[in-house]
Nanobody, 127 residues
Framework: QVQVVESGGGLVQAGGSLRLSCTAS????????MGWFRQAPGKEREFVAA????????DYADSVKGRFTISRDNAENTVILQMNSLKPEDTALYYC????????????????????WGQGTQVTVSS
């Protein structure tokens, strides 16, 4: 079983930045594709970003491209989501997830590609 834990959420004004962190307890963390998803109140969960095992490949939702950056440190079992130029519509509960599947830009944009999920961290952007 892999434990996934997010941190770093909070309240920020529009235009500001936040840095979300996610750690996973896996012994072989580098074997996992890591992703971020978010869910706003009354809305479906949506894909935000994903990073391949080696960090060579990354993908982003169109709504966050150019503003968010996903990165990982396999030595620290950590994945980071740097969020800049935040907008009120970025307000959501952000989830980190781990996947054992081979990386695919298409597949890892969907939640069912991931086996392990964190509890989420709240991001609130005020206007």
């Amino acid at each position: 079983q892999v434990q996934v834990v997010e941190s770093g959420g909070g309240l920020v004004q529009a235009g500001g930045s936040l840095r979300l962190s996610c750690t996973a307890s896996a012994r072989t963390y580098s074997n996992y594709v890591m992703g971020w998803f978010r869910q706003a109140p009354g809305k479906e969960r949506e894909f935000v970003a994903a990073v391949s095992r080696s960090a060579i490949e990354t993908d982003y939702a169109d709504s966050v491209k150019g503003r968010f950056t996903i990165s990982r440190d396999n030595a620290e079992n950590t994945v980071i989501l740097q969020m800049n130029s935040l907008k009120p519509e970025d307000t959501a509960l952000y989830y980190c997830a781990a996947s054992t599947s081979t990386y695919s830009s298409y597949r890892h944009a969907y939640g069912d590609a991931y086996s392990f999920w964190g509890q989420g961290t709240q991001v609130t952007v005020s206007s």
